[in-house]
Nanobody, 114 residues
Framework: VQLQASGGGLVQAGGSLRLTCAASERTFSMGWFRQAPGKEREFVAGIDWSGGSTNYVDSVKGRFTISRDNAKNTVYLQMNSLKPEDTAVYYC???????????WGQGTQVTVSS
């Protein structure tokens, strides 16, 4: 499975961005992770095949929304009310099992200025 992420950029605090990840084929789980400089990669959000089950890291709940379009094998991450601490490289991930991610995209940089 190949994943192509896009949509990162520079935004002011309080602003919004939408990340997009296109997969070469359908997978059960799709999600987003992020890695800030000097920190470990962390889970941000995940969604199952039906779109009925989503989960988020506590720090983004209420601000980020993950969704998917199975007809396009694409997952989205709508990020609102961005904070400087959201600055990181965001990675798209996918897997054939629930919440197990075996495939990774190349990452897209998100920078939030204060």
């Amino acid at each position: 499975v190949q994943l192509q992420a896009s949509g990162g950029g520079l935004v002011q605090a309080g602003g919004s961005l939408r990340l997009t990840c296109a997969a070469s084929e359908r997978t059960f789980s799709m999600g987003w992770f992020r890695q800030a400089p000097g920190k470990e990669r962390e889970f941000v959000a995940g969604i199952d095949w039906s779109g009925g089950s989503t989960n988020y890291v506590d720090s983004v709940k209420g601000r980020f929304t993950i969704s998917r379009d199975n007809a396009k094998n694409t997952v989205y991450l709508q990020m609102n009310s961005l904070k400087p601490e959201d600055t990181a490289v965001y990675y798209c991930a996918a897997g054939v099992l629930r919440a197990v991610y075996s495939y990774w995209g190349q990452g897209t940089q998100v920078t939030v200025s204060s």
